[in-house]
């Protein structure tokens, strides 16, 4: 089991049960079932950044904490050396490295995402979240769907689309693939 979905479990189940909040009033606000959503505090399922955030505004609190068990502190200005973000493996191909984690107030999350080639023509399930989101390719080869639209994005390609509609990503090649990932 992939110990940083574990935490976030943790951290769900945590605040949920300080918050006094029923299990079933959080699966119905990420719509999922209550089943899936005892996998996702289990650590057994991959929340999406959509439902977290969802979860998070509910606790009136960051997807930060949710991702990383800490809160923002800093109000005028944030520097991430490089290298030194605060990362996240959600599932074994994606790692989320968070370059604004204690900006407070933020407007947009800023990320240096990398994906692992999956084997053979797999794909990761679809995802979507109330939202924007700019996606710039640093390394590799990015494939990215976005509803039927199949897009293969390479080093200095940018894309920015409309994240509630279903989008996934891969990384083509054989190899992996970095992307600066603005969350809006």
Do not use: W
């Not at 992939?2 to 959080?26: A, M, V, W």
């Amino acid at each position: 089991m992939d110990t940083s979905l574990k935490q976030i479990g943790e951290r769900l189940k945590g605040l949920r049960e300080i918050f006094n909040i029923s299990p079933e009033e959080i699966a119905q606000l990420c719509d999922i079932s209550l089943e899936h959503y005892f996998k996702i505090e289990a650590g057994e399922a991959d929340p999406s950044f959509y439902r977290l955030s969802k979860i998070a505004k509910r606790y009136n609190i960051g997807v930060d904490a949710l991702l990383f068990g800490e809160e923002a502190h800093m109000s005028s200005y944030f520097v991430t050396r490089s290298g030194k973000g605060k990362s996240t493996e959600k599932h074994k191909n994606y790692t989320y490295e968070a370059l604004a984690t204690a900006f407070r107030g933020r407007k947009a999350d800023p990320f240096v995402v990398t994906i692992e080639p999956l084997e053979g023509d797999l794909r990761h399930n679809p995802n979507n979240y109330s939202g924007q989101e700019f996606d710039y390719v640093l390394e590799g080869t990015l494939e990215i769907l976005i509803g039927n639209k199949e897009l293969i994005l390479n080093p200095g390609d940018s894309i920015y689309f409309d994240a509630q509609q279903k989008h996934c990503m891969r990384a083509l090649g054989g190899k992996s693939v970095k992307f600066l990932c603005v969350v809006i």
